[in-house]
């Protein structure tokens, strides 16, 4: 009988870029925020993902070849501009987007980071250069992990699976992950919590087409916006608030710092 497994498919908006707040005062485009998220799936739901995915891609492109791309949905731009000048199709793509959701019905973790009132809190940390990347996986990790403990199966393991972007960014992430797995964290001393972790991060290019890596990236944005911006209307959002890892604490996979 094969090991029960969960993927986690991590994705990021904003930066890990730190700055002192005379240089936001001066700069206020510049990001304040680093948000992961990640979309907690099982394995025996990856083939209807990607046969969804494959499905909704010929009907709106007739290739299945297109990858969805956050940003790029967001802008209309690329193979998306179609949205552009058709609106009603962005609106049916959103509407089959979030049922595609509900039928895979993902376990959401997410941990965002305020920079700006990170560096105000823990001046410190501006000074050392400490990286808020690391930290919000961290954070990640932990509440990852605490999934994996809760299922009922002590066989069940849990992958993660990382888009490739820069040497430096996939290195940070790929040493953090072994010294979480080594040493555990602050809240979590020594390593047994975090046993279910496979032994290694994964790393795939973009052009694989990968279905759980863009429907991360797809839900990355709304939590960001959200704390970026929790006044402002969300409607993505608050579609995806039914899916967040409740954990001990009814939303406990959704860590935004610091409070």
Same mark, same amino acid.
């Given at each position: 009988?094969?090991?029960?497994?969960?993927?986690?498919? =991590?994705?990021?908006?904003?930066?890990?870029?730190?700055?002192?707040?005379?240089?936001?005062?001066?700069?206020?485009?510049?990001?304040?925020?680093?948000?992961?998220?990640?979309?907690?799936?099982?394995?025996?739901?990856?083939?209807?993902?990607?046969?969804?995915?494959?499905?909704?891609?010929?009907?709106?492109?007739?290739?299945?070849?297109?990858?969805?791309?956050?940003?790029?949905?967001?802008?209309?731009?690329?193979?998306?501009?179609?949205?552009?000048?058709?609106?009603?199709?962005?609106?049916?793509?959103?509407?089959?987007?979030?049922?595609?959701?509900?039928?895979?019905?993902?376990?959401?973790?997410?941990?965002?980071?305020?920079?700006?009132?990170?560096?105000?809190?823990?001046?410190?940390?501006?000074?050392?250069?400490?990286?808020?990347?690391?930290?919000?996986?961290?954070? =990640?990790?932990?509440?990852?992990?605490?999934?994996?403990?809760?299922?009922?199966?002590?066989?069940?393991?849990?992958?993660?699976?990382?888009?490739?972007?820069?040497?430096?960014?996939?290195?940070?992430?790929?040493?953090?992950?072994?010294?979480?797995?080594?040493?555990?964290?602050?809240?979590?001393?020594?390593?047994?919590?975090?046993?279910?972790?496979?032994?290694?991060?994964?790393?795939?290019?973009?052009?694989?087409?990968?279905?759980?890596?863009?429907?991360?990236?797809?839900?990355?944005?709304?939590?960001?916006?959200?704390?970026?911006?929790?006044?402002?209307?969300?409607?993505?959002?608050?579609?995806?608030?039914?899916?967040?890892?409740?954990?001990?604490?009814?939303?406990?996979?959704?860590?935004?710092?610091?409070?």
């Amino acid at each position: 009988m094969p090991i029960p497994t969960f993927t986690l498919y =991590l994705d990021e908006s904003g930066d890990d870029i730190l700055y002192r707040d005379e240089d936001l005062i001066r700069n206020p485009e510049l990001e304040t925020h680093c948000t992961l998220v990640g979309a907690v799936i099982a394995n025996d739901k990856k083939p209807i993902l990607k046969s969804e995915f494959k499905l909704l891609k010929e009907t709106f492109w007739r290739t299945d070849e297109v990858i969805l791309h956050s940003i790029d949905i967001r802008h209309k731009k690329g193979a998306f501009a179609l949205f552009y000048y058709k609106p009603e199709l962005y609106d049916s793509f959103k509407i089959e987007m979030n049922r595609i959701t509900r039928v895979i019905a993902p376990s959401i973790i997410c941990s965002s980071l305020n920079k700006r009132l990170w560096v105000e809190k823990f001046p410190k940390k501006l000074f050392f250069e400490d990286d808020p990347y690391s930290q919000a996986f961290v954070y =990640l990790l932990e509440r990852y992990a605490h999934f994996l403990n809760s299922q009922t199966d002590p066989a069940v393991r849990g992958k993660i699976l990382v888009e490739k972007r820069d040497s430096r960014k996939d290195k940070i992430l790929r040493e953090t992950y072994i010294s979480v797995k080594q040493d555990g964290t602050q809240y979590f001393v020594g390593n047994s919590h975090f046993e279910r972790l496979s032994e290694k991060i994964e790393f795939k290019a973009k052009r694989m087409n990968i279905a759980g890596l863009q429907l991360s990236d797809y839900l990355c944005y709304p939590f960001y916006a959200n704390h970026k911006n929790p006044g402002r209307e969300n409607k993505h959002y608050e579609f995806l608030e039914q899916f967040i890892y409740p954990g001990d604490h009814n939303r406990y996979g959704h860590k935004k710092w610091p409070v």
